[in-house]
DNA sequence: CTGAAAGCGCTTACAG
DNA sequence: CTGAAAGCGCTTACAG
């Protein structure tokens, strides 16, 4: 009736708890016959370990190390705020989530970062990837020492991470360009591309598959060359407020990167009738408004939240061995209008 | 140190297990006094019950029914096959799902699942609801059993129902006219609407969102009167087709129920050069392609694995009387272009 | 009104 | 190589 436990296996094996134990876990000291014995038991009997039963014997508690940047940029504040409230949840799951700040675009302080983390006994690490070689390197030593390691939003490649959390750049660049391909056909005229740096992995990404998808099915737009401003306000303002006087038929643009705030105060001195269509990355209160008040038209997002808890997920898993489900760590491109605002 | 248990509370309240039991689950039996002691304890050492801890003790197995409508329905299929998937996961967490098809439409049919659902003791049970005057009865019964009720993607007005988990359909309206129009714009002509029927709850409200943002800001397109194709795909593909035939300026196409199948069928027997922007809802086998060979332009969707993972979260919490966190049934409604397809 | 003891399904020393 | 006993943090009869 009821799920088959350790004991109804030990009854039917005819071994005494421990050994069932020991073959549940594969720890050694169990001659072959009496192995095939036990895990015939648990076959006939369908058992399946109930695994908080198992974690309240062991005492176990999950200790979860979040290593992401600091800095003003208003995406990573948000995943911070994030992480305060799961830890509070995560509790509950005998989960601990500790948050470790790192200065931003650093290879070697956040390689810094994950080895203090091992030292403080993590059992995993998720963390935002900087490509580094000293990151892939405390990479592969956390993973020696059999620690788990998820890289969360920014990947790193070639790199012996158990599991990636976050969206698929190229795919998030094509998007934006089949909204703004669409909002902006039937006008003549170009696109103007801001970015952050060309340095940084997911903007060079998005690029690349926005203009795939310009080149390929809205090859009467043209595109100007990417700006890079470097994700602050003020350099977009002024990049963006030059290039509007410098051309005069931009009838799209599209910002891969930070800064928003900065390009919409270029936008909201030039004259209502003759702004731009307007594609962005990352719902903020800043590019919310922006949505409401028409000056931006689409704004494409990860869903932090769902991110945290996937990476939580999979890490217990990981940790677990337990098989993880493929979709989890996939993290879907959300589009947002005024009108599906969240 | 570590987490403060019973145990503790029990020794500074100098009580018994028993006692600070029954202040924990306020039972009664326990003197105001003592009740303030075991209180006091708990605050000073930020005592959290261990609920994985108190399950296994209970011996607790969540048992949650879900009833759904039957019949050929791709979304509501692709939900029971959700629910399969999840039958498996949810076991480990102690969960156990159990799933009803009911005729769809069917109020007195849902209305007996529900009966039937309590008869064989569920803990709670998610619907996709009926409107009707039977199920609100059965609603009510199920509550004063004190038996949790959550609708899932659509909503019983009026009920007792403990919390709804889906999308807001206004909104969903809303967001197809706001990328609809967009789409159009420049092109002079008119847009049709294809609804199942205007005697469901959501796509009644689909339809009122939708044509709230076409009159204010798309109002150089003008709107035809929906047709009603009671989500089959030949009555759908008959009526469009018609439509075309006697409207030569229709530049877009809204279908906000079923039957795509028959839409798209429609559409590729009219020229390539002359085909309208088309909105549909449900990503489905078919819709994908639709979208992937560009003869529809977006999909509106709501996640049916969040769907079903937050009516989990949230039948659990409301069994166990833990506040819920206010996003959690809140399904976004997702937009997909081809390039942002999972 | 209160408490001592046994048990949920697993794991962990310890003993043989 | 194998087993008996105690314990994880709670709850549940049962006794007083």
Redesign the interface.
């Known amino acids: 009736m009821?799920?088959p436990t350790v004991n109804d296996v030990a009854r039917v094996a005819n071994v005494s708890l421990s050994t069932v134990d020991r073959v549940l876990n594969g720890r050694d000291g169990v001659r072959k016959v009496t192995q095939e014995r036990v895990r015939a038991a648990m076959a006939q009997l369908g058992f399946?370990r109930?695994?908080?039963?198992a974690?309240?014997s062991r005492?176990r508690?999950y200790n979860i190390h979040f290593v992401i940047p600091d800095g003003p940029n208003s995406f990573m504040r948000n995943l911070a705020a994030e992480l305060e409230t799961h830890a509070r949840?995560a509790?509950?799951?005998?989960t601990e989530i500790t948050v470790t700040l790192v200065p931003p675009f650093d290879g070697r302080g956040l390689a810094a970062a994950l080895r203090q983390a091992r030292a403080a006994g993590a059992d995993g690490v998720v963390m935002v990837a900087t490509e580094s070689a000293e990151v892939r390197q405390a990479v592969s030593e956390l993973r020696a020492a059999e620690i788990q390691v998820v890289t969360l939003v920014s990947d790193l490649s070639a790199s012996a991470r158990g599991y990636f959390v976050g969206i698929d750049n190229v795919?998030?660049g094509?998007?934006a360009?089949?909204?703004l391909g669409?909002?902006c056909?039937?006008?003549a005229g170009r696109i103007a591309i801001v970015a952050g740096s060309m340095l940084v992995r997911d903007h060079v990404e998005r690029r690349l598959?926005f203009e795939q998808?310009m080149h390929a099915e809205f090859s009467e737009l043209g595109l100007l060359p990417p700006v890079e401003g470097g994700d602050e306000a003020a350099r977009v303002d002024a990049l963006l407020t030059n290039v509007l006087r410098e051309n005069s038929d931009i009838v799209g643009v599209y910002n891969l990167g930070g800064g928003n705030h900065g390009l919409r105060a270029a936008l909201d001195r030039i004259d209502v009738a003759a702004r731009p269509?307007v594609v962005v990355h990352e719902l903020t209160a800043q590019t919310r408004a922006a949505l409401q008040d028409g000056v931006f038209?689409a704004v494409l997002q990860q869903d932090i939240?769902k991110e945290v808890a996937s990476a939580l997920v999979i890490m217990r898993n990981l940790i677990e061995a337990v098989p993880i489900?493929a979709?989890t760590g996939?993290i879907?491109?959300?589009?947002f209008?005024?009108?599906?605002l969240?």
Chains 1, 2 share one sequence.
């Open positions: 009821s799920r399946e109930d695994i908080m039963a974690n309240l005492q508690i949840i509790r509950r799951d005998r795919s998030a094509r998007t360009a089949g909204l669409r909002f056909q039937g006008r598959g998808v269509r038209d939240h489900d979709r996939l879907h491109t959300e589009i209008l005024r009108d599906n969240p």
